[in-house]
């Protein structure tokens, strides 16, 4: 059955960048258009990526474009996310998907953008 298990999600600062992975199994993904989608707590779903089988072509969210780029490895059976220049909005889980279905898609990969000044105090004592 379709698999697809996302990775690559982690905690950055704004302005900071990330490279998220799909890994798939289960059908001919050389066949498939692969997507990213993402999605914020209680907010709705947001397409962020199409990359298109056969001609590779490119396609992206009109909040990502010129920020993100979108790869695929056929005979690795991987799609990539590179993300730059990311911003608070960013954050939400991020999951992937094959020919836009989004019940094929997998557990996700959290990414959290903090926003400027933010940070995490540490108090370290003896």
């Known amino acids: 059955q379709v698999q697809l298990v996302e990775s690559g999600g982690g905690l950055v600062q704004t302005g900071g960048s990330l490279r998220l992975s799909c890994a798939a199994s289960?059908?001919?993904?050389?066949?498939?258009?692969m997507n990213w989608i993402r999605q914020a707590p209680g907010e709705r779903i947001e397409w962020v990526s199409t990359?298109?089988?056969?001609?590779?072509?490119?396609h992206y969210g009109a909040s990502v474009k010129g920020r993100f780029t979108i790869s695929r490895d056929d005979a690795r059976k991987i799609v990539n996310l590179e993300m730059h220049n990311l911003k608070p909005e960013d954050s939400g889980m991020y999951y992937c998907?094959?020919?836009?279905?989004?019940?094929?898609?997998?557990?996700?990969?959290?990414?959290?953008?903090?926003?400027r000044g933010q940070g995490t105090q540490v108090t370290v004592s003896s």
């Open positions: 289960g059908f001919a993904f050389s066949l498939s258009n």
């Open positions: 990359i298109d089988k056969d001609t590779g072509a490119t």
């Open positions: 998907t094959k020919d836009g279905l989004i019940a094929t898609r997998g557990l996700g990969t959290q990414v959290t953008v903090l926003g």
